[in-house]
């Protein structure tokens, strides 16, 4: 999406707000100016040598009348204000969602992504507030001209005075623009701190460890040190934001001096009324305040300018663009056995010192069974993720079918991919839409899942909506949502499933009745199981032993049994442990 889209699509479906804003603007200028010219002819009445009663009491009811349409254009405004800001914020989340695309994690799980997300957010907050005060300038611009003629009809030069007085606010505004944005920038990760250490103390899933280990004072005090040191970092910000305004007020209270100063000269040299200075040093006075629209106006726009380059290096830097991915990939046909061949794989996460997978080399046949084993830290995660496409990697490294992912488009690749994680989302949406992820749930996907694995969903309607989240919904055990997020692999039925550790909080029987099944049912699936317990490998083509980034060993049970190596001792130090434990389990 280009930017020139962007920016139209900010204000769709705005634009009659703003056609009625500009209306109001007009009518709210031309009520000003006849209260000018009614306030001028009610002083000079009442200061006349013969002053008139029925005149002044005419002219009072005239300037009351103003007034009244002065107060519903005002009300008539806000309404308008707050439906455009409304409509404008619909717009900018949307297409803050759609423009935020992102086809890999590697940049996304980082401190840097989260701070940069929070001054995009911020900078779409200025662009809302951008699009209402456009309005406001344009009913300022009007002001200013319909009040600088009032003054030019009697005092040509005064005008040009005023302006001239006023235009260095204007420089003001632009410096106080780029330092805010700076503020924001530096402040960013102090504000995300808060808000984590907030949502320790407020969330649900929190409050239980919490509560356990007696921890509130520990985080409320970290929380607030947190807090005060963003006050003083605000405080500090603002002190001088306040003096350099307090030094903008006593210049614009020196011009407003020598505005007034010409003006009284004029009333002595008898050049103009006493109604004529009550007017113009009104006039004077709006134009003042509708600089101050302006020059605010134009601190917006910096701000604006500062927003769009932040976003446009936001999008770039973590998003793909739909014009990037057609240029850099093309729709590639991927028939047949999806087999996977990985060269001398080398990866390091940017945040970490270390490799964390290094030299791997492996092939997999199409439909192969792999059980992957080994210690915490080892790599076996990383392997996965950067197997079904997660992380970028180098050019070849990993092959599909023969075919360099590089060069395959993330979402067709990801097309042959699921995976569950240790930490799977457990969705607030009922159990149907959990499993299917869309509107469109096919419901005899769910009953062959249902048929070939009867353990897996639990026994309530499809409809009924899971978690805490909402009013009438159904909290599930850890196992149970465990479950679910394996029948939501099994209905994407892709060719390559990934097991992550996602079987931890599944019953034993669970566990070893879906590897039997996957094995039984998934022939043709090739299947990654990622597992701290190796009871289940013997089920398994092969098993992979990673430590410390490296591939140790690689291949079926009994060879690396006989190999008498990782896996071995591995293997033989938990059957150990459930042996020794096996009399006391029986005498319970
Ligand atoms: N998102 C990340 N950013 C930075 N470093 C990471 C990230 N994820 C993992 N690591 C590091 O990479 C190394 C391998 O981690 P990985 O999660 O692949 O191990 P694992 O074998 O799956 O461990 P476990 O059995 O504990 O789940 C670890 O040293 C870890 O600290």
């Given at each position: 999406m280009k930017f020139s889209v962007f920016n139209k699509k900010i204000y769709e479906n705005a634009i009659v707000c703003f056609m009625v804003l500009i209306s109001i603007g007009i009518f709210t200028s031309l009520l000003s100016t006849g209260q000018i010219q009614v306030t001028k002819y009610l002083t000079d009445s009442i200061v006349s040598a013969s002053p008139s009663i029925h005149s002044a009491i005419r002219w009072v009811s005239m300037l009351f009348i103003l007034l009244l349409c002065g107060t519903f254009f005002k009300g008539l405004n806000l309404f308008y204000q707050e439906k455009a800001r409304i409509q404008i914020n619909y717009n900018l989340d949307k297409i803050?969602?759609?423009?935020?695309?992102?086809?890999?994690?590697?940049?996304?799980?980082?401190?840097?992504?989260?701070?940069?997300?929070?001054?995009?957010?911020?900078?779409?907050?200025?662009?809302?507030?951008?699009s209402l005060t456009f309005i406001q300038l344009i009913n300022a611009v009007l002001s200013m001209m319909v009040y600088s003629a009032i003054i030019f009809n009697k005092i040509w030069f005064l005008p040009f005075i005023v302006l001239l007085l006023n235009s260095p606010k204007l420089l003001y505004e632009s410096t106080i623009a780029v330092k805010e944005f700076h503020y924001i920038e530096n402040t960013t990760e102090i504000s995300r701190e808060r808000s984590v250490l907030q949502n320790l103390l407020l969330s649900p899933s929190a409050i239980k460890e919490v509560l356990i280990f007696t921890m509130k004072p520990f985080i409320f005090n970290r929380w607030n040190a947190v807090y005060k040191r963003e006050n003083t970092e605000s405080l500090k910000f603002k002190k001088q934001e306040s003096l350099k305004r307090t030094g903008l007020g006593i210049y614009s209270n020196t011009t407003l001096a020598i505005n007034?100063?010409?003006?009284?000269?004029?009333?002595?040299?008898?050049?103009?009324?006493?109604?004529?200075?009550?007017?113009l040093l009104s006039?004077?006075?709006?134009?003042?305040?509708?600089?101050?629209?302006?020059?605010?106006?134009?601190?917006?726009?910096?701000?604006?300018?500062?927003?769009?380059?932040?976003?446009?290096?936001?999008?770039?830097?973590?998003?793909v663009g739909d014009q990037q991915d057609n240029v850099s990939f093309a729709q590639r046909q991927i028939d047949g056995a999806k087999d996977i061949q990985i060269t001398d794989l080398t990866f390091q996460y940017s945040e970490h010192q270390e490799k964390a997978l290094q030299h791997i080399h492996l092939n997999i046949k199409s439909g192969?069974?792999?059980?992957?084993?080994?210690?915490?830290?080892?790599?076996?995660?990383?392997?996965?993720?950067?197997?079904?496409?997660?992380?970028?990697?180098?050019?070849?490294?990993?092959?599909?079918?023969?075919?360099?992912?590089?060069?395959?488009?993330?979402?067709q690749y990801f097309s042959y991919f699921s995976i569950v994680t240790q930490d799977f989302i457990k969705y607030p949406f009922s159990l149907k839409e959990n499993i299917a992820l869309t509107d469109h749930v096919n419901l005899e996907k769910?009953?062959?899942?249902?048929?070939?694995?009867?353990?897996?969903?639990?026994?309530?309607d499809l409809d009924t909506l899971l978690g805490y989240e909402y009013t009438g919904s159904r909290q599930l055990s850890g196992g149970q949502w465990q479950k679910i997020a394996l029948a939501r692999a099994l209905y994407k039925n892709s060719d390559v499933l990934i097991l992550d550790e996602a079987t931890s909080a599944l019953d034993p029987e669970s566990e070893y009745g879906l590897i039997d099944n996957l094995i039984q049912h998934e022939s043709d699936k090739t299947i990654f199981f990622v597992t701290h317990r190796l009871n289940l490998c013997p089920l398994f083509d092969r098993i992979?032993?990673?430590k410390d980034g490296h591939i140790l060993e690689n291949g079926p049970h009994h060879q690396l049994l006989q190999l008498k190596g990782n896996y071995y001792k591995m293997y033989n130090s938990q059957q150990i442990k459930e042996e020794k434990y096996e009399p006391v389990r029986a005498t319970v």
């Open positions: 803050f969602l759609e423009k935020n695309n992102p086809k890999k994690i590697t940049k996304i799980e980082t401190p840097k992504y989260q701070n940069d997300l929070n001054i995009a957010r911020y900078g779409f907050n200025s662009i809302s507030s951008l007034q100063s010409i003006l009284i000269y004029f009333v002595v040299q008898k050049i103009i009324t006493i109604g004529d200075y009550v007017s006039a004077v006075t709006m134009i003042e305040t509708s600089f101050y629209g302006i020059s605010s106006y134009y601190r917006q726009i910096k701000q604006y300018k500062i927003t769009m380059s932040k976003l446009s290096t936001f999008f770039t830097e973590y998003s192969e069974k792999i059980a992957v084993v080994g210690g915490n830290g080892s790599g076996k995660s990383t392997l996965v993720k950067l197997l079904c496409g997660l992380h970028s990697v180098d050019k070849n490294t990993i092959f599909f079918n023969g075919i360099d992912i590089t060069e395959i488009h993330p979402e769910i009953g062959s899942i249902k048929e070939n694995y009867p353990f897996l969903l639990p026994n309530i992979i032993v990673m």
